[in-house]
């Protein structure tokens, strides 16, 4: 049974629940001894209670999907349920800041919905896989798998030619990848720094700079993609786990699947 304690090993949830997970800001998901889903806060109040077959976790928006009767429902922290998606409907992405809410429909045509369930963006047949709005733009990519980007209107803004793009939030450009290599775009598609790196770790939040994968050195860069100074990365690439490192007086958290690429 699952539970949770505090930082002096004192249970705050006890542990009678069949599984408990993060799912959101003070937000656990849970199921019971019936195996229904419902959710808590970190001191085990109820949310909304559980009668859900399978939940996921809520998004910055404040919006969760949940399943009941094989029907796929997006409820709120209240637990209100907003509305059901269609049999051949599928949420994609989460809720952004201007409530658009990536769908796929039938596995063929794409758009948006506001938390409402109502068809905010209809994307044209060429525009496939959007993302979540960052900053108010998304990723999506064409039929040629491709990657570009439009705007909250559902317009292209960077026709894709790209072989990935990676948004980062709080920033006022992103990543591309270009023939295998790595550059920074302004979102109008101006390249800030040509495509040279075999990789770059997303920027984060509050840090000036990031790591980026030059040769085989691994060194930092800065929000306008030149180096820095080069990285001694032998002892992190033992790390079993996840380890954080110290960037002046940011921080920066690298998970295990960062280690694989160093490795």
């Known amino acids: 049974k699952g539970g949770c304690i505090n930082t002096k090993g004192e249970f705050v949830i006890p542990p009678i629940y069949k599984e408990i997970m993060y799912a959101g800001e003070n937000i656990l998901l849970i199921r019971n001894d019936k195996d229904k889903v419902g959710y808590i806060n970190y001191k085990g109040k109820t949310l909304v209670e559980p009668k859900y077959s399978y939940g996921y976790s809520f998004d910055k928006k404040g919006y969760a999907l949940v399943e009941l009767d094989e029907k796929h429902i997006l409820i709120d922290k209240t637990g209100k349920e907003l509305f059901k998606l269609k ?9 952004s800041e201007e409530n658009l809410i990536p769908y796929c429909l039938d596995d063929k045509s794409y758009g948006y919905l506001n938390p409402k369930g109502e068809q905010a963006i209809k994307l044209s047949s060429n525009i496939k896989n959007p993302t979540s709005f960052i900053n108010g733009y998304a990723v999506f990519k064409n039929t040629d798998g491709d990657y570009g980007t439009i705007d909250t209107k559902g317009e292209v803004v960077i026709r894709a030619k790209y072989d990935n793009l990676n948004l980062i939030d709080g920033f006022d450009f992103l990543l591309f990848e270009d023939d295998n290599e790595w550059g ?6 101006d390249v800030i720094k040509r495509a040279s790196y075999k990789y770059i770790l997303p920027f984060q939040k509050g840090n000036k700079y990031t790591y980026a994968k030059d040769g085989d050195e691994w060194i930092l860069i800065d929000q306008k993609g030149e180096d820095t100074k080069i990285v001694d990365v032998e002892t992190i690439a033992s790390e079993e786990y996840s380890y954080s490192y110290a960037v002046e007086s940011d921080y920066l958290d690298i998970d295990a699947e960062v280690k694989k690429i160093i490795n």
């Open 87 to 95: 049999d051949d409907m599928k949420i994609i992405g989460d809720c």
């Open 184 to 189: 920074l775009l302004s979102y109008s598609g």
